[in-house]
């Protein structure tokens, strides 16, 4: 089973709201992943966890703040958001292998909309 | 760095036909991995296929192939016999191993549109 959920699918939020992005997995993959998607545009990633702990931050702003609960759960706390941050988020896991038949596979994403 | 092309913006096919979709890349590490995913209007990113630098045959997923060209760094998509559900946005990737992780680099992506 190759299946990574998120929730909520579509989230709308003001500027000065507090939000969470959640994904899970349940293929026992030890990396998992953030991407910002713009419309149009291919994924960019945002933060990788390996093992549970934050191993790439990509110069993400800081009011974008990833947790890793435990290795299943994902999460994304978006605080003070820009317009400009409306995009697909979507989050994907892979084993973690360091090898180069590491496959990620992708959940079906947030649509974010800030107003 | 690593670099993926894909110089397509949109391919039309007519259903039952095959198409192939372009992706070139550009990397100085001798081990790699290609991957190509569909990403329909919904959003979801479908991992399709997989090419290994060191694979000596070219990867194959039911109706999705992969013609894989070493020298020339290629790595395009063939998918025989369309079918309208086959339309969607197409990305090629290849993976980026940094120090503590990696990620996948993605190319601009082909949006295909299958005509029935």
């Known amino acids: 089973d190759t299946e990574v959920t998120q929730t909520p699918k579509h989230l709308v939020m003001g500027m000065t709201n507090k939000k969470s992005l959640k994904c899970e997995q349940h293929m026992g993959h030890r990396a998992m992943y953030w991407y910002k998607q713009k419309a149009k545009k291919p994924p960019e990633l945002m933060f990788v966890?390996?093992?549970?702990?934050?191993?790439i931050n990509e110069s993400v702003p800081s009011r974008f703040s990833p947790e890793c609960p435990n290795s299943s759960l994902l999460n994304l706390h978006l605080h003070a958001l820009q317009p400009e941050d409306s995009a697909l988020y979507l989050c994907?896991?892979?084993?973690?292998?360091?090898?180069?038949?590491?496959?990620?596979?992708f959940g079906p994403g947030t649509r974010l909309t800030v107003l | 760095a690593q670099k993926i092309t894909q110089t397509q913006p949109g391919m039309f096919v007519q259903e039952k036909e095959a198409v192939t979709l372009d992706c070139t890349y550009d990397t100085s590490d001798p081990s790699y991995g290609l991957f190509w995913y569909k990403q329909p209007s919904s959003g979801e990113m479908i991992f399709l296929i997989y090419?290994?630098?060191?694979?000596?045959q070219n990867a194959t997923e039911g109706r999705y192939s992969l013609n894989f060209q070493k020298a020339r760094k290629s790595a395009n998509l063939v998918i025989s016999a369309s079918q309208l559900g086959d339309s969607a946005m197409y990305f090629c990737a290849m993976r980026e191993d940094l120090e503590y992780g990696n990620k996948l680099v993605f190319g601009a992506g082909t949006i295909l549109r299958v005509k029935s």
């Open positions: 090419q290994g630098s060191y694979d000596q």
């Open positions: 966890y390996s093992y549970e702990k934050l191993s």
């Open positions: 994907a896991s892979s084993q973690g292998l360091g090898a180069s038949t590491d496959t990620q596979y």
